[in-house]
Nanobody, 118 residues
């Protein structure tokens, strides 16, 4: 089994920055794409950003130019640098990874709360 552990969430004022981290551990043969999703109260979970093993990225339009996803393949870790945060970015953020162990599957972290408020 592969475990994803997120960290870095918290309370920040509008215009501030946070950096989320997600480390994968376990019987990992390979990690394909990794991503960050978020879910605000009463809303569906949405993809925020994703990155392939080769470094190709994609973002939801609402965060383009403000958020940057990156990964360290040697550490099996993905990051989300969030700048110019807005109240509408408030949500639980979940890490997601497409992994190969004895078989290929998608796994999720437990989530970390990001609250943007003055």
């Amino acid at each position: 089994q592969v475990q994803l552990v997120e960290s870095g969430g918290g309370l920040v004022q509008p215009g501030g920055s946070l950096r989320l981290s997600c480390a994968a551990s376990g019987s990992i043969v390979s990690i394909y794409s990794m991503g960050w999703y978020r879910q605000a109260p009463g809303k569906q979970r949405e993809l925020v950003a994703a990155i392939t093993s080769g470094g190709r990225t994609n973002y939801v339009d609402s965060v383009k130019g403000r958020f940057t996803i990156s990964r360290d393949n040697a550490k099996n870790t993905v990051y989300l640098q969030m700048n110019s945060l807005k109240p509408e970015d408030t949500a639980a953020y979940y890490c997601n990874a497409d992994v190969m162990t004895y078989y290929r599957y998608t796994t999720w972290g437990q989530g970390t709360q990001v609250t943007v408020s003055s």
